[in-house]
């Protein structure tokens, strides 16, 4: 059978073709240089061609006898993607220092030229940069206002030796110390170690049948930045959504390149039906079980965004649960992996954390087979208990709009909501540049953020934190004064004796054992 590449009488149909258009049916995979790309990968575990709508861009044309769409992996980015890659590297980051440590704001490309530089100062050669997570995802959606909270960035490097990984450690350390402020004092006194409690969130190093080691920057606001350096890693990906890797290296080096030819890829192995998925907010996902954790904690995660799973997606719930009890075992071994989960990618939504351990109590309860019953009640309760404190804090934090205009506080159950009308239109601006604007929609209501720590506590905290709500109440009880009145107190008023008449001395007697309060301008008296 013939190529339509290398057909000559087929060249305007190879001009149409030679950039990617997406959105149509029957898409082509791109051509770098005339050539196709065909990456054949067999997908395993994933036949519901009904839920992911795979026929909607299949090229089957029977009438005409066309060969079936090949699945590829690998193609070109259009104009429009390439704007929205631009804009994703322009942001600014934000990584924030813990106590009076300064934030480190520096554009996304700047950061990565500078890790870039550390590392082949360090003596490790960098292939290429590779742009992997929400962001990516960003680049490929249809619609302008994709939400993405996170941005992982991949730098392919050689980790042969032990020492290797040491190295990557000090090149990252090192860039943060040159992206610090000038005005910062003492630099040279800043040790690697101080570095990493201030700035680093999570460190992990991998070094068995995989090898790569990932940093974790730390933000307050649940914009997960991820540095991972990889030589090897058997499952690149979690689910088709964030299975995109965009090369960026033609950017980095000639930003100002008009149309620079930018490669992506994607890890799933069917590039269509992952973009697919991606505009139509389906989860799907191929052999759970080779994912650490199962991917259960990111599959609740895109529930709790608005995605919905396919059927095969649910059918597998079941072996997400089971390698997830395998990875973690033990109940504070998962309360702690929950709450950082909950800490680095909702920041101080509270309201989608609340959401968030709704369904994933639900799934742990629906599709969990391999516990037995008291580990599986163990874990449900630890989630539960996570969810009523979570409730807590927020109905505590609400109680405090009851009094204001326009507001009403509404409680479900142990779910405590905050529902603030504004009878104007206000901007509702939360300085989340990489949401894209995600609460649009919601002007009429507006979910405060709580200034209190709503990651759940221990019990000992939210005794304590009681009984100081309870001495601050007293002290508030002692030092209100009513402004609509002027209470005086007077000492005891003796009344002049009148000598004259005899049931004088009877009156003196009595009032001696009174109080006189003065009370707008009114003379009440009070029995002691």
């Known amino acids: 059978m013939q190529c339509l590449c290398n057909n000559k009488n087929q060249n305007n149909t190879n ?91 520096i554009p996304l490309h700047a950061l990565i030229g500078i890790i870039s530089r550390k590392l082949r100062d360090a003596g490790l050669p960098l292939l290429h940069v590779k742009l992997n997570g929400g962001a990516a995802s960003f680049v490929f959606a249809q619609s302008d206002s994709f939400p993405y909270s996170d941005v992982d960035l991949i730098f392919p490097i050689a980790l042969e ?51 790569w080691s990932l940093f974790s920057l730390h933000n307050d606001y649940g914009r997960c930045i991820e540095l991972k350096f990889v030589e090897r890693m058997r499952r690149a990906f979690e689910f088709s959504v964030d299975s995109f890797q965009i090369t960026l290296d033609p950017l980095i080096e000639n930003p100002n390149e008009n149309r620079p030819i930018i490669r992506a890829e994607s890890m799933y192995g069917d590039f269509m039906q992952a973009l697919f998925h991606l505009n139509k907010r389906l989860i799907d996902t191929r052999n759970p079980e080779e994912i650490r954790g199962g991917g259960l904690l990111k599959y609740c995660h895109l529930l709790t965004r608005g995605f919905s799973a396919t059927s095969n997606c649910r059918d597998m719930e079941k072996y997400m649960c089971s390698r997830f009890f395998i990875d973690f075992p033990d109940i504070n071994v998962q309360e702690m992996k929950l709450l950082n989960y909950l800490q680095n990618h909702f920041g101080n939504e509270d309201d989608l954390k609340f959401d968030y351990l709704h369904k994933l109590f639900c799934v742990i309860r629906d599709s969990t087979v391999c516990l037995m019953q008291h580990e599986r009640r163990q874990t449900l309760s630890m989630v539960d208990r996570l969810r009523q404190q979570l409730s807590f804090n927020l109905m505590l934090y609400y109680q405090q709009f009851e009094g204001v205009n326009g ?81 005086e107190i007077v000492d005891t008023v003796n009344i002049e004796e009148n000598k004259e008449g005899e049931g004088e001395k009877k009156r003196k007697k009595k009032f001696q054992q009174q109080k006189m309060f003065r009370l707008n301008n009114k003379t009440i008296l009070f029995p002691l």
């Open 407 to 487: 507001s009403n506080v509404i409680y479900y159950g142990n779910n405590a909501i905050g529902n603030y009308r504004h009878r104007k239109h206000h901007h509702f601006n939360n300085n989340r540049h990489w949401q894209n604007n995600r609460h649009t929609n919601r002007n009429s209501q507006v979910f405060c953020v709580s200034p209190i720590s709503t990651i759940a506590s221990s019990s000992i905290e939210i005794e304590q934190q009681q009984v100081n709500n309870k001495e601050l109440d007293q002290e508030k009880d002692e030092q209100t004064v009513v402004p609509e009145f002027n209470v």
């Open 161 to 211: 030796r032990d020492s290797d990984f040491e190295r990557v450690r000090e090149a990252v350390f090192d860039a943060l110390l040159q992206m610090m402020p000038s005005s910062t004092t003492n630099k040279s006194a800043i040790t690697p170690e101080t570095l990493r409690d201030v700035y680093i969130r999570k460190m992990v190093k991998v070094t068995d049948s995989d090898r």
């Open 15 to 105: 001009k149409q073709n030679k950039n990617l258009r997406f959105g149509r049916e029957g898409g082509r995979s791109a051509t770098f240089g005339g050539h196709h790309n065909f990456h054949r990968h067999h997908r395993e575990g994933s036949n519901n061609s009904n839920s992911n709508g795979r026929g909607n861009y299949n090229n089957n044309n029977n009438n005409n006898n066309n060969p079936p769409r090949q699945p590829t992996a690998v193609v070109s980015l259009n104009s429009r993607q390439v704007d929205r890659l631009r804009s994703v590297l322009d942001q600014v980051v934000e990584i924030h220092g813990r106590e009076n440590f300064p934030t480190l704001e």
